[in-house]
């Protein structure tokens, strides 16, 4: 198993800043690709941010260019750095890891991001 805690979570007022962090302990050497996840209010969870173990990176349209996905392998971390924050960024965030060997997905517990106008 993988477990995941976030951290990170807050509140922002619109065009601020807000970093989220990842650790993940347990089975770390079964992590492949490490992406963040959010879920608004009344909607389905969506992809945000991934990145595979060899730094390439994927984002969801909307945060492309105010948001960056990094990845420590050797502190076993993912972070996600959200610039110029929207209310609709609001949503709770979920950190995820795909595990190799068809070992499945594992989730954090998630942190609450609310962005004010």
């Known amino acids: 198993q993988v477990q995941l805690v976030e951290s990170g979570g807050g509140l922002v007022q619109a065009g601020g800043s807000l970093r989220l962090s990842c650790a993940a302990s347990g089975s770390i050497s079964t992590i492949n690709t490490m992406g963040w996840y959010r879920q608004p209010p009344g909607q389905q969870r969506e992809l945000v941010a991934a990145?595979?173990?060899?730094?390439?990176?994927n984002y969801a349209d909307s945060v492309k260019g105010r948001f960056t996905i990094s990845r420590d392998n050797a502190q076993n971390t993912v972070d996600l750095q959200m610039n110029s924050l929207k209310p609709e960024d609001t949503a709770v965030y979920y950190c995820?890891?795909?595990?190799?060997w068809g070992l499945g997905r594992s989730w954090g517990q998630g942190t609450q991001v609310t962005v004010s106008s």
């Open positions: 990145i595979t173990r060899g730094g390439s990176t």
């Open positions: 995820q890891v795909d595990r190799l």
